[in-house]
């Protein structure tokens, strides 16, 4: 199966430059992933990130033939050849695959992503009911992969200033959540044009969202419940 | 001058609102004026005269065109904040559209009203 990788190490190269690899994949390598080990194993130089091998850790997110996804989880039986293959767009890249997450993790950090309550903490759990519980799905299977932001143009532009889709659907989970007690201050943090309304709501995320998620819509939510205080 | 990244600026929630309003104002009128122009085409410059003669046609003609303006300076400063980010020429381009949006609603207003002068 042939490939085509994005190859650059700043120690060496003055330039990225695109290395072709032609290998042969046994039966047993099934995932996008599995054909990257085997192409490590002959050529040791070529860097990336893995850890879970199941989508679940969302260490490998790249961009796969022009659409950002997880390695792991994308079947190689699919793939139109040679399979091209680069690090996620708009981050600063480290190594060949691997990105440097700094921004991304800093707009995560700045929503606060935690549960807020000054109450004394009860002696057993803070309950909530199973509808309560409800809201929270599709919010907090977020596994922090970075595909989405990095394929929200918004992003790109602003990535100092734009929480990006990401972080954004975690400020939801928390806006969400029946026991968070800083839903004030959580939108007090986001109504801002740049921090929020850089959205203008294309969608690239929910098209490349690997868990099947849906930041559009927790984006929409948090502007509702923004119309519900103002207006 | 500290090179610290700022944000904060607790707006944005009214002017994507606006958008939307006037967005929805400008599908209204459009609607309306094509089924207008179906059901009774003018065929001569005297007859579109008359349909923007009457005062509902003018108010309504003026809705549109303040939506329109004020869903340009929206979208426009969008554009702007995403594309242009030194802040001297991102401000001086945002005052250049404030202050032709705001020529074109006076030439506007001119233009529907004028023709009471020239046919009343």
């Not at chain 1, 606060?112 to 009860?122: A, H, R, S, T, V």
């Not at chain 1, 990401?166 to 928390?174: C, E, I, K, T, V």
Request: a neutral charge; glycine letters at 4%.
């Amino acid at each position: 199966m042939r490939f085509s990788i994005y190859r650059f190490d700043p120690d060496k190269d003055a330039k990225p430059y695109m290395q072709d690899y032609d290998i042969v994949l046994e039966p047993a390598d099934k995932m996008l992933l599995d054909a990257l080990v085997r192409i490590k194993s002959v050529d040791d130089s070529l860097s990336l990130r893995r850890s879970c091998r199941e989508g679940v850790c969302g260490s490998d997110g790249m961009n796969i033939n022009g659409r950002n996804g997880l390695a792991c989880i994308t079947p190689v039986a699919g793939l139109k050849e040679p399979v091209e293959l680069r690090p996620l767009p708009g981050l600063p890249v480290i190594r060949d695959l691997i990105v440097d997450m700094t921004q991304f993790f800093n707009q995560y950090h700045s929503i606060k992503p935690y549960l807020i309550n000054n109450d004394p903490p009860p002696e057993t759990e803070r309950l909530q009911s199973p509808e309560e519980r409800a809201e929270l799905d599709g919010l907090y299977e977020c596994i922090l992969c970075a595909c989405c932001s990095t394929a929200c143009p918004s992003f790109w532009w602003n990535p100092d200033k734009f929480v990006g889709p990401a972080g954004l659907l975690q400020a939801y989970r928390f806006l969400a959540d029946s026991r968070d007690q800083a839903t004030a201050e959580r939108l007090d943090n986001l109504e801002d044009p740049y921090r929020l309304f850089r959205c203008h709501s294309i969608m690239n995320c929910v098209d490349v969202c690997p868990k099947g998620l849906n930041p559009t819509s927790a984006i929409g939510k948090i502007k509702d419940m923004m119309v519900k205080r103002t207006v | 001058m500290v090179k610290r990244v700022v944000t904060g600026a607790h707006y944005g929630l009214r002017d994507w609102l606006a958008q939307r309003v006037t967005a929805v104002v400008m599908v209204v009128f459009v609607i309306f004026l094509a089924a207008m122009l179906l059901i009774s085409p003018p065929h001569d410059d005297a007859s579109w005269k008359t349909m923007f003669s009457s005062r509902w046609m003018r108010i309504a003609s003026f809705l549109f065109l303040v939506s329109l303006f004020w869903h340009a300076w929206v979208g426009m400063r969008n554009i702007l904040m995403d594309y242009v980010h030194a802040t001297g020429i991102r401000l001086t381009l945002q005052i250049l559209i404030i202050l032709s949006l705001v020529i074109y609603t006076v030439w506007s207003v001119e233009i529907l009203w004028a023709m009471e002068m020239q046919w009343r």
